[in-house]
C-alpha cells in the first residue's frame, strides 16, 4: 500500500499492527490513507485470525489530520469535492469504530484534527509521553467534520470538547491521561512494546471468550 503499512505479528498470531506511513507529511490524512484505511478495515471484517489491531504512526507523528491541501486528481476543488471529502472522512471513522477487533491506538506524537478523531474510534489508547493533541479547525477557519463532536463528547465528556474546540488550545499526554482519553501513559521507546504486551494479555481473553461462545451457540 501507499500510505499504510500492514504487518501480521509472527510472535503475537491474532494481532495486525496499521501504521500510518508518511512521515514526510506528518501522516497527513489525504483520500488515499482514506481509501486504503477503508479497505483494509473492510479486510477485516471477514479476517477471522485477528482479534486485536494496533494503529499507529511513522515518524514523529501519529497524525496531522486531513490534508486540506490534497484534491482528488482531475477534481477542482468545488462544493461537490468537499462533500466527498467529507464522506469519506465520516466512513472511514465508521469503518475503524465499527471493527470487531480490539482496536488499540499506540499514539507516539502529535495528533492533530482529523488524528484525534481517529484515536476517538479506537477502543483502547495508549500514547507516548511526547505526544500532544490538538483541534485546530476553529483557528484555520475550518468546519469540524468526520462525526467529530459526537465521538470526542463521549470520550472527553461535553463541557472539556467545547473548551477544546473552543480555545483550539493544545493537551499533553498527561492531561489527555487526567481527562481519560488515555488509558496509559509511557515513555516513547517504550509505546510500541507495551502496545503488543497490552494485546498479548487480550488474546488468550478474546479466545477463551470465542470459545465459551462456540460452546454456548445451539447445534
Same mark, same amino acid.
Given at each position: 500500500?501507499?500510505?499504510?503499512?500492514?504487518?501480521?505479528?509472527?510472535?503475537?498470531? %491474532?494481532?495486525?499492527?496499521?501504521?500510518?506511513?508518511?512521515?514526510?507529511?506528518?501522516?497527513?490524512?489525504?483520500?488515499?490513507? =482514506?481509501?486504503?484505511?477503508?479497505?483494509?478495515? !473492510?479486510?477485516?471484517?471477514?479476517?477471522?485470525?485477528? !482479534?486485536?489491531?494496533?494503529?499507529?504512526?511513522? %515518524?514523529?507523528?501519529?497524525?496531522?489530520?486531513?490534508?486540506?491541501? +490534497?484534491?482528488?486528481? %482531475?477534481?477542482?476543488?468545488?462544493?461537490?469535492?468537499?462533500?466527498?471529502?467529507?464522506?469519506?472522512?465520516?466512513?472511514?471513522?465508521?469503518?475503524?469504530? +465499527?471493527?470487531?477487533?480490539?482496536?488499540?491506538?499506540?499514539?507516539?506524537?502529535?495528533?492533530?484534527?482529523?488524528?484525534?478523531?481517529?484515536? +476517538?474510534?479506537?477502543?483502547?489508547?495508549?500514547?507516548?509521553? +511526547?505526544?500532544?493533541?490538538?483541534?485546530?479547525?476553529?483557528?484555520?477557519?475550518?468546519?469540524?467534520?468526520?462525526?467529530?463532536?459526537?465521538?470526542?463528547?463521549?470520550?472527553?465528556?461535553?463541557?472539556?470538547?467545547?473548551?477544546?474546540?473552543?480555545?483550539?488550545?493544545?493537551?499533553?499526554?498527561?492531561?489527555?491521561?487526567?481527562?481519560?482519553?488515555?488509558? =496509559?501513559?509511557?515513555?516513547?521507546?517504550?509505546?510500541?512494546?507495551?502496545?503488543?504486551?497490552?494485546?498479548?494479555?487480550?488474546?488468550?481473553?478474546?479466545?477463551?471468550?470465542?470459545?465459551?461462545?462456540?460452546?454456548?451457540?445451539?447445534?
Amino acid at each position: 500500500m501507499e500510505t499504510l503499512l500492514i504487518e501480521r505479528d509472527a510472535a503475537l498470531p %491474532g494481532l495486525t499492527t496499521i501504521t500510518l506511513n508518511r512521515p514526510e507529511k506528518l501522516n497527513a490524512i489525504n483520500v488515499t490513507v =482514506h481509501q486504503e484505511l477503508q479497505q483494509v478495515c !473492510r479486510e477485516l471484517q471477514d479476517d477471522y485470525d485477528t !482479534r486485536v489491531v494496533i494503529v499507529t504512526g511513522a %515518524g514523529r507523528a501519529f497524525s496531522s489530520g486531513a490534508e486540506i491541501t +490534497s484534491r482528488q486528481e %482531475g477534481r477542482p476543488a468545488n462544493d461537490l469535492d468537499r462533500r466527498l471529502r467529507v464522506g469519506m472522512g465520516n466512513r472511514t471513522c465508521a469503518l475503524l469504530e +465499527s471493527l470487531d477487533q480490539v482496536t488499540i491506538g499506540a499514539i507516539n506524537g502529535l495528533t492533530i484534527g482529523g488524528g484525534v478523531v481517529f484515536a +476517538s474510534c479506537l477502543d483502547i489508547r495508549l500514547a507516548a509521553e +511526547s505526544a500532544w493533541f490538538s483541534i485546530p479547525e476553529v483557528d484555520i477557519e475550518l468546519p469540524l467534520t468526520w462525526g467529530a463532536l459526537p465521538r470526542l463528547m463521549r470520550e472527553l465528556g461535553p463541557a472539556r470538547t467545547k473548551e477544546l474546540v473552543m480555545t483550539c488550545d493544545r493537551f499533553t499526554s498527561a492531561q489527555a491521561l487526567e481527562w481519560g482519553f488515555v488509558n =496509559h501513559v509511557y515513555p516513547d521507546d517504550q509505546l510500541l512494546p507495551e502496545a503488543r504486551a497490552l494485546a498479548g494479555k487480550l488474546l488468550p481473553v478474546l479466545d477463551a471468550l470465542a470459545g465459551a461462545a462456540r460452546e454456548e451457540a445451539p447445534p
